[in-house]
């Protein structure tokens, strides 16, 4: 269970990658993670296809992320999804708030 | 140089004129060799593969010494006075005896010999060459067999990618694989060895199999192209190194994320064949920096369905023209422009290879154009073909169980891995969570959900609970896990020894979406036959594992 940051060439993306099990164990590093987002940071994305379990602690820290940082970045995608993951956040209607693919 | 001739050893053959006998016993004499074997013209044959120096001495020329010799390297002697007419019919050397000096008899003797010998050095050489080189074919087919076996899940017959492998010698010093993710994803690599031949070659069997690996995983262009590196800086001599640019383009072709080491810049076409975009290289190649030093920034560019990407080696630029000019990169984007459809792919390499004429290939070329429309690529899963049994199991566990264990993985760890339950484990890992998580939380811990209402106040919460968690004293959970083949039913049932405790109403907040109180949500949504006893105390919930229609 990690998080783990990459930050593009151009430092416009962000990319948070989330590897084992996503739940509150990580509540800390997940925050700890966006907390200093560069001024240039244009795009975040949240690579989930190494994530194999999420419970709805995972889904409070996506919202509570979306709300420390849509102000400041044009979008937050979270990227890689196995379908079973896709079918979760899609039934909790998480692709209006995020771009999801 | 008479005692070098006494080393020889030499066939005489003779007919039984005078004449032959007066010469055998003139050579004899003569000393010049070591021993020499008289024998019956009779036995002589033009076909024969002879062992030794040989000599013919005959008073007569008959027809049957007229033939192609075997081993041309054969004096014949004859009487002085034969017409030289027959003797020009004779392929080998021949000598008319005269009663002259012995000097000319030996120098002429000797000659015979050394050609002998050189003949019989070269067909040496001729066969050992031969047994070498069928030899190398043998090995190369063998290692042609492995390159084969190791790229046969090398999918380029993807319905929108087209490529152009060509190796300047047998084996291609170049690489480019490609692949579909298990997540739906393309990954595409194109690499290119320092050289060409077997030996870059060879770099490509550890390359292609991490790859491969890799990809079944879909790990992230990032880690790949660090692993990459691991493995050919550990593996390459100091001199060789593997520029590669590599590309996962994700399932709605709407992103592509890339790096590019040491090689020359991908080219991003709009519809129109328009350059978009120069991916240019901005990192060193693979294999050349030690782990530490490495750098695996990637890049990520938002693309669209008639967008095409064009990736190629350094033989493509570099190739030479019929006149030895160089193609060179502003030619290759005319080119790229003026044909970059899928469908004027072949038109694009006939271009090319009119540019080039006969001109023989310097290096390996290697050119790919992919189309970034959705991939198509269903998500990897395996198929659940086997069957379990019904079966059921209970798991109670006291406070310090509760510390200690991570409950709900373990019991996925162990249900996840049954055929029917695997394609459904994240779910049912984030319904029995919910459940779980509830009872040890609400139940025994007395937490309360509305403190999660603030981004602060859902770090405390988590705080909260692994403080009380640490004091817990008593108190215990029981969890029920049945399942029956009919449709797959899987039956939850979790109850804790804690306080009663009630659902709160969704308190769902202006947007509809609140940080806490959605998996209860999910619970209702993705499971049946929800049932609450004994003031919250007792949950229990259905889940039908179905499988999933085959793709």
Not at chain 2, 118 to 144: G, I, M, Y
Not at chain 2, 207 to 236: C, G, I, P, T, W
Not at chain 2, 276 to 292: I, N
Request: hydrophobic share 40%; proline share 3%; net charge negative.
């Amino acid at each position: 269970m990690s998080v783990s940051r990459h930050i593009s060439n151009d430092g416009k993306d962000l990319t948070l990658s989330i590897r084992g099990k996503f739940d509150f164990s990580m509540v800390n590093d997940f925050r700890r993670a966006y907390s200093s987002l560069g001024e240039e940071t244009q795009h975040v994305y949240v690579d989930l296809r190494e994530t194999e379990y999420l419970d709805s602690s995972a889904l409070g820290m996506l919202l509570n992320m979306r709300k420390a940082i849509c102000d400041h970045v044009n979008a937050i995608h979270i990227i890689n999804c196995r379908p079973e993951v896709k079918s979760i956040l899609d039934i909790s209607r998480f692709d209006k708030l995020f771009v999801i693919d | 140089m008479l005692r070098s001739s006494r080393q020889l050893v030499i066939d005489i053959y003779y007919d039984d004129s005078v004449f032959a006998q007066h010469v055998c016993d003139a050579l004899k004499q003569l000393d010049i060799a070591r021993r020499i074997r008289c024998i019956p013209v009779a036995e002589w044959s033009a076909q024969a593969q002879l062992v030794r120096p040989s000599l013919l001495v005959v008073e007569t020329v008959e027809s049957f010494l007229l033939q192609r010799l075997r081993c041309p390297e054969q004096l014949l002697i004859v009487p002085n006075e034969l017409s030289s007419k027959l003797l020009m019919q004779w392929e080998g050397d021949s000598l008319a005896w005269q009663q002259c000096s012995g000097t000319r008899v030996i120098q002429r003797i000797k000659s015979v010999a050394d050609a002998f010998n050189n003949s019989r050095q070269l067909q040496a050489v001729r066969e050992s060459l031969l047994w070498h080189n069928q030899r190398v074919d043998r090995e190369h087919a063998l290692v042609e067999h492995i390159f084969k076996n190791a790229l046969s899940r090398n999918y380029l017959e993807y319905p929108h990618i087209r490529t152009l492998l060509t190796p300047a010698a047998k084996f291609n010093g170049d690489l480019c694989l490609v692949a579909p993710g298990s997540t739906g994803s393309l990954y595409v690599l194109m690499a290119d060895f320092t050289g060409h031949g077997l030996a870059p070659a060879t770099g490509a069997l550890p390359l292609s199999q991490a790859f491969f690996a890799m990809v079944d995983n879909s790990v992230s262009v990032a880690e790949m192209v660090k692993e990459f590196n691991y493995r050919l800086n550990q593996l390459l001599p100091n001199e060789m190194f593997c520029a590669c640019f590599i590309m996962e383009l994700s399932a709605n072709g709407q992103r592509v994320t890339y790096w590019n080491g040491g090689m020359p810049p991908a080219i991003v076409l709009g519809a129109d064949g328009e350059i978009k975009q120069r991916l240019k290289a901005q990192h060193m190649a693979l294999g050349v920096l030690d782990s530490d030093a490495f750098e695996a920034h990637t890049t990520t560019i938002q693309t669209h369905s008639d967008d095409r990407i064009a990736m190629y080696t350094d033989g493509v630029i570099e190739m030479l023209s019929q006149n030895r000019e160089f193609l060179g990169l502003e030619a290759l984007e005319r080119y790229l422009m003026r044909y970059s459809g899928l469908d004027e792919f072949d038109l694009l390499v006939k271009k090319l290879a009119q540019f080039r004429g006969a001109q023989p290939l310097q290096d390996d070329l290697s050119l790919a154009i992919l189309q970034c429309c959705p991939t198509g690529l269903g998500p990897q899963e395996e198929q659940d073909e086997l069957e379990v049994l019904p079966f059921s199991f209970t798991s109670h566990l006291e406070a310090e169980d509760l510390k200690h264990l991570d409950v709900v993985a373990t019991i996925l760890g162990v249900l996840g891995r049954l055929p029917p339950i695997h394609h459904h484990r994240t779910t049912i890992y984030l319904l029995l969570a919910e459940v779980f998580n509830n009872a040890l939380e609400h139940g025994l811990l007395g937490l309360d959900s509305r403190i999660k209402a603030d981004p602060e106040g859902f770090a405390y919460y988590y705080q909260l609970r692994a403080e009380r968690l640490a004091q817990l004293q008593s108190g215990s959970i029981t969890i029920r896990v049945e399942y029956a083949r009919a449709h797959h039913r899987l039956r939850f049932n979790v109850r804790n020894s804690g306080a009663a405790w009630e659902w709160p109403e969704f308190d769902e907040t202006a947007d509809g979406y609140s940080s806490y109180g959605r998996g209860i949500d999910l619970l209702r949504q993705l499971a049946t036959d929800i049932e609450w006893h004994d003031g919250g105390r007792e949950i229990s919930f259905t889940y039908y594992a179905i499988p999933r229609s085959k793709h």
